[in-house]
């Protein structure tokens, strides 16, 4: 349970850190838009990354089963199930 509660705290620290330089990278600053639609981006562009990182430290920490059978389901309420072979 442990290893669980650290990849939940990594990944979340890791997702923003990634997901700030990201942003820099595209053009996008608080400057040149508007400030509400730079935190959609900036929360949005974050998520995106948690999932990815989410199975990865999962794999890391040896609980790649449990976090992959968190992220289909969480694939599957974002709509996004189609992309997953069904048992």
């Not at 996008?28 to 959609?40: A, C, F, G, R, S």
Request: hydrophobic share 55%.
């Amino acid at each position: 349970m442990i290893r669980v509660f650290l990849v939940f705290a990594i990944t979340g620290s890791s997702s923003l850190y990634i997901g700030g330089p990201i942003i820099k990278l595209l053009g996008i600053t608080k400057d040149n838009l508007d400030p509400i639609l730079y935190w959609v981006l900036f929360i949005f562009i974050g998520l995106m990354f948690y999932q990815i990182l989410l199975v990865l430290f999962g794999w890391l920490f040896g609980q790649f089963t449990f976090f992959w059978e968190m992220e289909k389901k969480i694939l599957r309420k974002l709509g996004l199930g189609l992309f997953l072979k069904e048992k």
